[in-house]
């Protein structure tokens, strides 16, 4: 930092005030629920035991035999909050796909955080694996998506099963 002259130490630090909490407040910001709403949530599914929430975007333009996307949000961040950061629904409306976007509940992890981590939770037969298998099966027979064309894609915890 260039001292600036004539300023006693003090003075210089309380300058710096200002742009300290602009920093903040831009940092905690980017946090902030993004509240799109485009995806409905459906409440029942199938076998839940991974306790997950399921939303799915179902463009207007789908077609029978349309692929699905999964998409497995990051900690802290909400199912919609991804897909419309990394524009999952914007691409479903524009190339006609289906997109499931299973979300973490804050009673399984206080951060959002898919339980990838747990040995248990790696396999199959772990609760969330099984949520999210269950969520694939009810897309692909109420919306007759192909189950040839089923892509996983995912940031971060929602990246990292195995």
């Known amino acids: 930092m260039m001292p600036i002259p004539g300023l006693p130490l003090v003075r210089r630090l309380r300058a710096l005030i200002p742009l300290c909490a602009a920093l903040l407040l831009a940092a905690c910001a980017l946090q902030l629920p ?20 399921m939303l799915a975007y179902i ?6 035999g349309a692929p699905l996307v999964v998409a497995l949000h ?14 999952w629904l914007t691409l479903a409306d524009k190339y006609g796909f289906a997109v499931l976007l299973p979300q973490q509940s804050v009673f399984n992890d206080p951060n959002y955080c898919f339980q990838w981590f747990n040995a248990w939770q790696q396999d199959a037969k772990g609760d969330e694996p099984a ?6 099966v ?13 892509f996983v894609t995912g940031h971060s915890a929602g990246a990292a099963w195995r």
């Open 34 to 53: 993004v509240s799109t709403e485009r995806a409905t949530q459906f409440e029942e599914f199938g076998d839940n035991p991974g306790n997950l929430d």
């Open 59 to 64: 463009p207007a333009n789908l077609k029978p």
């Open 74 to 87: 990051h900690c802290f961040q909400m199912a919609e909050e991804y897909a419309d950061e990394v524009g």
């Open 131 to 136: 949520s999210i298998h269950a969520m694939i």
């Open 138 to 150: 009810s897309m692909l027979q109420a919306y007759g998506l192909d189950r040839h064309r089923v």
